[in-house]
């Protein structure tokens, strides 16, 4: 005889809808920012870039870096959208990694923007 317990129960490896659509949230939510931060600062190197009229990789890389956060947040709010547990654990996991990512490529662009400002 199944129990209702039984029959909700989820697998040990899957965790509760409210975690999930709570990691969901915080990747959505941090990833626009990021995208804002991003536009920011590349607008202020635009204008350390015509004071010192020498152009830089590094608007180029934050421009890219921004479109990484953007894919980030357009997966974690798929992830929020789907009713599928199965699909909304894939785009999660793949909202989590192009985050990381992207954070990961915030951190190189820092340290470029920083050398061509001292440097150049």
Same mark, same amino acid.
């Given at each position: 005889? =199944? *129990?209702? #317990?039984?029959?909700?129960? /989820? ?9 999930v659509? @709570?990691?969901?949230?915080?990747? &959505?939510? #941090?990833? #626009? ?13 635009r ?8 152009d *830089?990789?590094? @608007? @180029?890389?934050? *421009?890219?870096?921004?479109?990484? %956060? ?6 974690? %709010? $798929?992830g929020?959208?789907?009713? =599928?547990?199965?699909r909304n654990?894939?785009? /999660? %996991?793949?909202? @989590? ?11 190189? =662009?820092?340290? &470029?923007?920083? $050398?061509?400002i001292?440097?150049g």
């Amino acid at each position: 005889m =199944n *129990t209702p #317990s039984t029959l909700e129960a /989820e697998p040990e490896d899957i965790p509760p809808r409210a975690l999930v659509d @709570d990691i969901c949230v915080h990747i &959505f939510s #941090s990833s #626009s920012v990021m995208v804002g931060v991003c536009l920011t600062v590349v607008g202020i190197l635009r204008v350390v870039i015509t004071l010192k009229s020498k152009d *830089t990789l590094g @608007d @180029d890389l934050l *421009t890219i870096n921004a479109m990484v %956060y953007m894919v980030s947040g357009l997966l974690s %709010y $798929w992830g929020l959208r789907t009713r =599928n547990r199965k699909r909304n654990h894939r785009l /999660e %996991y793949f909202a @989590d990694t192009t985050f990381i990512a992207g954070m990961i490529f915030t951190v190189v =662009n820092t340290g &470029f923007i920083t $050398w061509f400002i001292t440097v150049g």
